[in-house]
């Protein structure tokens, strides 16, 4: 018998983005949010006016780091910021090594995450975990 997970819809997507969005408007944050499935394929994407650009690339990284590491990408920020910079070379894949990426849990898997860039890290991680949020899991 095969196990089955949960995973994320669009409607999902719909909502974190909208809460998201609403948490940098409050703000006057000017960011990109970026979606992906546990795979770290983009499912959505906002780029609020004013926004950098390149915030575009750097939230979709961070949020596939996440979801790939089944963790935020936060905990890769400090292992490096820590010392072990050598941590660099042994995830070729994983460039968004910045906090702003949070992984989203339901019911222990990693169903996705949430990257953000745009203003300062904690800020951006602040941002994205009012994201998931709108989906009430605890």
């Known amino acids: ?15 974190i983005l909208k809460a998201a969005d609403a948490h940098a408007a409050k703000n006057n944050w000017a ?3 970026a979606v992906v499935d546990d795979g770290g394929h983009v499912l959505g994407l906002i780029r609020r006016d004013g926004c950098a650009t390149v915030s575009a690339y750097i939230s979709q990284e961070k949020a596939r780091a996440s979801a790939l590491g089944r963790r935020e990408s936060k905990v890769y920020e400090d292992i490096i910021n820590n010392g072990r910079t050598s941590f660099l070379a042994a995830t070729p894949v ?16 990693t169903i996705g995450a949430v990257g953000v860039s745009g203003v300062k890290s904690d800020q951006d991680a602040e941002i994205a975990k009012a994201g998931i949020a709108a989906l009430g899991l605890s």
């Open 1 to 15: 018998m095969l196990a089955t997970r949960p995973f994320l819809q669009q409607a999902d997507v719909e909502k």
């Open 31 to 33: 960011v990109t949010i």
């Open 94 to 109: 994983l460039h968004g090594v910045l906090e702003g990426g949070v992984n989203i849990v339901a019911n222990g898997h």
